[in-house]
C-alpha cells in the first residue's frame, strides 16, 4: 500500500533537489553523486507524520536495499534515522521502480556483512565511520 501523506521538502536544498529531480526523471536525471548511483526512499517523519524523500547511495543485494546513516561522517545521525526507527514502511524507488519496504535496522554478523556490501558500493562510507564516534547506523530495506 503506497504511502499517503504530505511531502515536506528537505531543508538541505541540494539533496532536496537531487530527489525531485530523479522522481521527475525516473532516475534518468540526478541518477548519481559522485559517480555512483542513488536511490530515493521516501519515509514518514516520526514527528510530523509528513512525507520525506531522502536519496540515499544505492547499495543493493537480491532485491534488499540498504539505508546508511552516514551523513557524511558527522557526530549526529541523519533525522531520517529516526524517522524509520519510529516508521519502518518505506517506498523505495530504483529508477522507474517504486516499491514498498520495510526497514529494519542491523546490529552484529548481519549488520558487517552489509556494511562492507556498503563500502563496496561507495568506498566513501568507510571514510565517513573513521571520523565519527557513532557507529552509523544501517538498515536493510525489504520488499512487502
Ligand atoms: C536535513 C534533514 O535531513 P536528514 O533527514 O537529517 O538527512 C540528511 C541527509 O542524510 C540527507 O539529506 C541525505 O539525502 C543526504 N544523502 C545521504 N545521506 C546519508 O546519510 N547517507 C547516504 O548514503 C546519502 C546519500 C546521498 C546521495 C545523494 C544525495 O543528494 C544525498 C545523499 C532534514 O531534512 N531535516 C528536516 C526534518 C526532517 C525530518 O524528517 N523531521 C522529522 C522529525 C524527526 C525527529 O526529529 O525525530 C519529522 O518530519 O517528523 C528539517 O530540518 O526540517
Known amino acids: 500500500m ?18 525531485e529531480e530523479y522522481e521527475a526523471s525516473d532516475g534518468a536525471r540526478a541518477g548519481e553523486i559522485l559517480d555512483r548511483p542513488i536511490i530515493v526512499v521516501t519515509n514518514v517523519g516520526a514527528k510530523s507524520g509528513k512525507l520525506r524523500k531522502t536519496p540515499l547511495m544505492r547499495v543493493e543485494h537480491e532485491g534488499e536495499y540498504l539505508a546508511v546513516g552516514s551523513l ?11 524517522n524509520l526507527r519510529k516508521n519502518p514502511h518505506v517506498e523505495v524507488q ?16 548481519e549488520r558487517e556483512v552489509w556494511w ?10 568507510a571514510d565517513y565511520q573513521t571520523k565519527t564516534e557513532r557507529l552509523i547506523p544501517l538498515f536493510v530495506l525489504t520488499r512487502h
Do not use: C, I, M
Not at 501523506?5 to 541540494?14: A, F, I, K, L, M
Open 2 to 19: 503506497p504511502l499517503t501523506g504530505e511531502y515536506q521538502p528537505s531543508t538541505v536544498d541540494w539533496a532536496r533537489k537531487q530527489a
Open 72 to 82: 557524511g561522517g558527522a557526530p549526529k545521525n541523519p533525522v531520517w534515522v529516526y
Open 94 to 109: 530504483d529508477k522507474a521502480e517504486r516499491h514498498d519496504y520495510t526497514a529494519r535496522e542491523l546490529s552484529g554478523a
Open 116 to 125: 562492507q556490501r556498503a563500502v563496496e558500493a561507495f568506498p566513501n562510507y
